[in-house]
């Protein structure tokens, strides 16, 4: 039986100092730009509207996702909902450019992609306005409630992140900033995959948020060192994504699929650490998938995970896990095993 919007609904939490808040389930919308393969128009729409429907309204996207088709689809999708009904993430520092004709059935950067454009990288004040201009363009709506800087870091862009990461503190900063000010956004951060990056912009500006992929899961828990206490002490809320690190702890290793770490075949210590948690689960029955989606919201940093979906179904199972009861001892379990970093706390079992 699928679960309506009342028994769904999900206590909002607040960003930062702002005043905007949001459901600690989201959203999230590479997979409605064809990431890996095609999705209908009416497939991405629903979706959204399933998600709207659960209480999932905090909705996050990006130019680079199917290079504007996932914009547009959202856009699509949110245009006849009122708009403080829910919260919209995109994002800045790559711009699209026309490229000419393409081949939908060839993914590029993973995503097959009918849009005839290519992504490059801006992350300067000019880049920066004229990729919100532009997302406002492609989504038909009035506003983006957050933005954040894109896949900035080492692991993206090598020796050039020093010249690149200088440029979006110095440059790109002052455009958010003034937008954050106008009131043409209300919060903004970093949307990237390494906490290294986030914990040197917080040297750099105010920030209100980041969106952080894979680096606080229950697989990986090295963001506790020190960056997810500094982002607690200055009240700078963290969004989680890739709760599943690309999949492996939501496939485990037992599904006759290769599993995937960090968008690439798992290698042989992630697989062995899952196969111990794939052992506590079984041995308290919880499904590892739903202990994935539960553990990164007890930390008090934490406002919300955005979890990628493509499908309406895919709503309604990613609801039952996140409701999956859990119970103590699990957690205890994984303390004992040394699977869980010791001060990550867990969550509370109502």
């Not at 890996?36 to 309204?57: F, P, W």
Request: glycine share 8%; proline share 6%; net charge negative.
């Amino acid at each position: 039986m699928k679960p309506d919007a009342d028994s769904c609904a999900l206590p909002s939490r607040r960003i930062g100092n702002t005043d905007l808040d949001v459901a600690p389930l989201g959203l999230g919308c590479a997979g409605l730009g064809n990431l890996y393969s095609a999705i209908t128009d009416t497939q991405a729409r629903e979706t959204v509207r399933r998600g709207l429907n659960a209480g999932l309204r905090h909705i996050d996207t990006a130019p680079y996702y199917g290079f504007g088709l996932s914009e547009r689809r959202v856009g699509e999708a949110l245009r006849e909902q009122p708009r403080d009904s829910f919260v919209l993430s995109s994002k800045v520092g790559r711009l699209l450019q026309p490229c000419g004709a393409v081949d939908a059935d060839t993914a590029r950067h993973g995503y097959c992609s009918p849009m005839p454009f290519a992504p490059v990288y801006d992350y300067s004040y000019d880049g920066v306005m004229r990729s919100y201009q532009d997302s406002l363009q492609r989504l038909g709506l009035s506003r983006i409630d957050i933005l954040y800087i894109h896949d900035i870091g080492k692991v993206t862009h090598g020796r050039d992140n020093a010249r690149l990461f200088k440029i979006a503190m110095d440059s790109g900063y002052k455009a958010l900033d003034e937008l954050r000010s106008g009131g043409q956004i209300r919060a903004f951060g970093l949307g990237v995959n390494e906490y290294e990056v986030c914990e040197a912009a917080l040297e750099y500006g105010d920030f209100d948020c980041f969106l952080l992929a894979g680096r606080y899961t229950l697989l990986e828990q090295g963001a506790l060192d020190t960056f997810l206490p500094k982002c607690a002490a200055r009240n700078v809320s963290v969004i989680i994504g890739g709760v599943y690190n690309s999949g492996i702890l939501a496939t485990g290793t037992q599904s006759g699929q290769t599993p995937y770490y960090n968008y690439e075949p798992a290698p042989a210590a992630i697989i062995e650490r899952v196969e111990r948690l794939e052992t506590a689960c079984a041995e308290f029955k919880v499904p590892l998938a739903a202990a994935a989606l539960q553990f990164p919201l007890a930390h008090p940093a934490v406002a919300s995970i955005a979890v990628g979906m493509r499908e309406p179904q895919q709503v309604d199972h990613t609801l039952a896990l996140f409701t999956c009861p859990v119970p103590a001892d699990f957690w205890q379990a994984l303390w004992d095993s040394d699977l869980l970093h010791p001060a990550a706390p867990a969550p509370t079992v109502v």
